[in-house]
């Protein structure tokens, strides 16, 4: 089965720094793969999502990477914003393409 | 747009009663519904796949008889927990898509069962 990882559980920055957040996962390559936002006791928010054939995606201050030899995605946030706190999630579809499992996830916290 | 509602945001109930939730799209049609459950500091955890008009796809060791799912029409899906025990206690989060859109998600719903 698929195994999602993010790099670490909680992640301290500075204001103003660029936060990068890893997600790996072990087994096939999914088709997309996308990533969340959830602030606590809420449901995630989608922020964005890259396809297997896209090496970069950029939204605003956000930019994801997709390297599908690695098994693995980067997410950026430039010029962090206390804001930003928060815990993002990355999340790939299932074999099936009919399920989403998702990482588990990363706790930022960017300090003013 | 893409608004998923969920009720109730909170619900505290009595060992061996049961439960449901309920999750609406209110301004899209929702092919497809997610229901996942979330422990404290862990990630979503995959409970269901629903599809309007057919039965729900549990995933592996989530006990179907004890979570109902329907998925009535393309704007509602209920969870149901039945006979509900305090190892259910748990934040009960759905999701819901339309054809290849990102998933959409409720707030949640925090169940404590006492």
């Known amino acids: 089965s698929q195994k999602i990882e993010q790099n670490s559980e909680a992640l301290n920055i500075q204001e103003g720094k660029t936060a990068t957040l890893t997600c790996n996962y072990t087994n096939y390559s999914p088709a997309y793969l996308q990533w969340y936002r959830q602030d606590p006791g809420r449901g995630p928010v989608f922020l964005l999502l890259i396809r297997e054939n896209e090496k970069e995606k950029r939204k605003e201050r956000l930019k994801v990477t997709f390297d599908t030899t690695l098994k693995q995605s980067l997410f950026h946030i430039t010029a962090s914003q206390p804001a930003d706190s928060a815990t993002y999630l990355c999340a790939l579809e299932g074999p099936t393409g009919n399920q989403f499992y998702f990482g588990t996830g990363t706790s930022l916290t960017v300090i003013p | 747009g893409a608004v998923v509602s969920q009720h109730p945001s909170r619900v505290i109930c009595k060992s061996g009663t049961s439960v449901k939730i309920e999750c609406r799209s209110l301004d899209f049609q929702a092919t497809t519904m997610f229901w996942y459950r979330q422990f404290p500091k862990q990630s979503l955890m995959l409970m269901a796949t629903s599809n309007e008009g057919s039965k729900a796809t549990y995933e592996q060791g989530v006990e179907k008889d004890k979570f109902l799912i329907n998925h009535a029409s393309l704007t509602l899906s209920t969870l149901t927990v039945t006979s509900a025990h305090p190892e259910d206690s748990s934040f009960y989060i759905c999701?819901?898509?339309?054809?290849?859109?990102?998933?959409?998600f409720g707030n949640g719903t925090r169940l404590t069962v006492t």
């Open positions: 999701s819901a898509r339309d054809a290849d859109s990102p998933l959409h």
